[in-house]
């Protein structure tokens, strides 16, 4: 199988998915969003994954998004379909309609619910890369999945098969993203998968990131991004901070799908409210996000 060539550096979110108060998939919202983030720098876009909602979506539902996605950017910028369900299979299914859309590679979380062990790991990642032609990045996920895996696993399905392009690491430890930078010795593409460790993770090696808080606050984490390039540290390591103290709020200490549609449409996104069974944020937390994003957009670190 030929994969394509795929550039997976900067800055990527893996978009939420907006609803109308019925639920309903707002698609006129989506199209305005795709281009919110993409005119804020960011390389390119994740359709389908946890921020996006995904685990609520069905396989209709998830073609229509990636489709609406690639539409409006004209299959010209680097849109990843998030795929991974529990199910080999199902997984298989998924990476097919995404490849059949025109997306670019296939973001497959670790199957949840049962918990495989390395061997059965590896098998469930080679049997995609052998049935759908498209780039795989691996996605490590221990607060959606319960488990956390090895860097030693991830290194090995990246240096045996030529598919597994990437991982995403949201783990959130230093120490595991830098062993498998170590590991993997250039050959496949490390992101970031969580805001906190951008920086440390880009000076490390990594490429770029795939952050639940670039929903939000696309231009800074594309800030970060190019101070680190232009060499300009004590920028990025500022920007950093506040993206910190922006992802605690957002991701740690609140349901991060429905903290992050509040900050949202704080902005003046259309971002909607979430699908059961999360809810909208309560009124205490209401109350707590407003105020900061206040103090940020003061800080010209959000728009």
């Known amino acids: 199988m030929i994969c394509m060539q795929l550039k997976l550096e900067g800055i990527f979110p893996p978009h939420i998915t907006p609803f109308l108060k019925n639920e309903e998939i707002d698609y006129v919202a989506l199209r305005e969003l795709t281009h919110f983030w993409l005119d804020s720098g960011c390389t390119g876009l994740v359709s389908c994954a946890s921020n996006g909602e995904a685990a609520s979506l069905d396989r209709a539902e998830r073609r229509q998004v ?97 598919q597994v392009v990437a991982v995403k690491d949201s783990g959130g430890s230093i120490g595991q993203i830098s062993d498998l930078i170590r590991r993997i010795s250039g050959k496949g593409t490390v992101l970031a998968g969580t805001a906190d460790v951008l920086l440390p993770a880009l000076l490390l090696g990594a490429k770029g990131g795939i952050l639940a808080v670039a929903n939000v606050a696309p231009q800074l984490c594309v800030n970060i991004y190019s101070a680190f390039i232009k060499n300009d540290l004590k920028t990025a390591r500022t920007l950093q901070l506040r993206l910190v103290e922006l992802n605690e ?49 003061t800080a010209k670190m959000v728009t």
């Not at 032609?133 to 959606?144: E, G, R, S, T």
């Not at 429905?258 to 909208?280: C, D, F, H, Q, V």
């Open 66 to 162: 990636l489709q609406t996605v690639l539409d409006e950017t004209k299959s010209q910028t680097p849109i990843i379909a998030g795929v991974g369900v529990p199910s080999t299979r199902e997984t298989i299914t998924l990476g097919r309609d995404a490849k059949d859309a025109g997306a670019h590679a296939i973001l497959v979380t670790t199957p949840y619910f049962y918990r495989p062990n390395a061997r059965e790991l590896i098998e469930h990642y080679s049997r995609i890369a052998t049935s759908v032609d498209l780039p795989i990045i691996f996605y490590n996920v221990p607060k959606f999945t319960g488990y956390n895996v090895e860097a030693e696993v991830m290194a090995k399905l990246m240096l045996e098969y030529d």
């Open 249 to 297: 709020l957002l991701v740690k200490k609140f349901n991060q799908i429905s903290a992050i549609k509040e900050a949202m449409n704080t902005l003046g996104k259309k971002a909607g409210i979430p699908r059961r069974p999360s809810l909208p944020v309560d009124e205490n937390a209401r109350k707590e996000i407003h105020e900061r994003l206040l103090v940020l957009q």
